[in-house]
């Protein structure tokens, strides 16, 4: 697949996130699940200065290493599309264990069989290495 099919896969996922978002933000209702597990032990990895913004062209230099990835300069954005929802719930189950160890954890909507996941570090107000740290590892799944 040629890197402008899949920026163009990309970004038809991320329209349909914003367009289902926007047409159903009204009638979405939050639930809150309560998983009996105990906790889970993951270790951190420690990246130092991750948390502070990056500017405009150390995004760009960054999203060469991300073709499947798109962003707005604020956030990155992903969509990976399955063959059905158990693979897709397999593929967001396995987000669990990077997102442990960067402490940094990602925005995912499941619609069926396709998975949208959108990354931001929300105390920089935008982008962050802990942002393309986390991209890269779920570009890697």
């Keep these: 697949m040629s890197t402008a099919t899949t920026k163009l ?27 009996d ?3 889970l032990n993951y270790s951190q990895i420690s990246l130092k200065n991750a948390s502070m913004r990056l500017d405009e062209a150390e995004i760009q230099q960054r999203m060469q290493t991300l ?8 956030t990155l954005f992903y969509c990976r599309t399955f063959n059905n929802f158990v693979e897709a719930i397999d593929f967001v189950n396995s ?3 990077p997102a ?12 069926y069989n396709q998975v949208f ?8 107000q935008g982008l962050t290495e ?9 570009s890697q799944l």
Excluded: R
């Design 9 to 35: 896969d990309a970004m038809d996922c991320v329209l349909n996130l914003l367009l289902s978002t926007s047409l159903h933000s009204q009638t979405l209702m939050s639930v809150e699940y309560v998983i």
């Design 37 to 39: 597990k105990p906790a």
């Design 67 to 74: 073709p499947a990835w798109s962003t707005d300069g604020e």
């Design 95 to 97: 987000l669990v264990e």
């Design 100 to 111: 442990e160890q960067l402490a940094h954890h990602p925005d995912i909507v499941i619609k």
């Design 117 to 124: 996941i959108q990354l931001t570090t929300h105390d920089a």
């Design 130 to 138: 802990l942002d393309f740290q986390l991209a890269t590892k779920i």
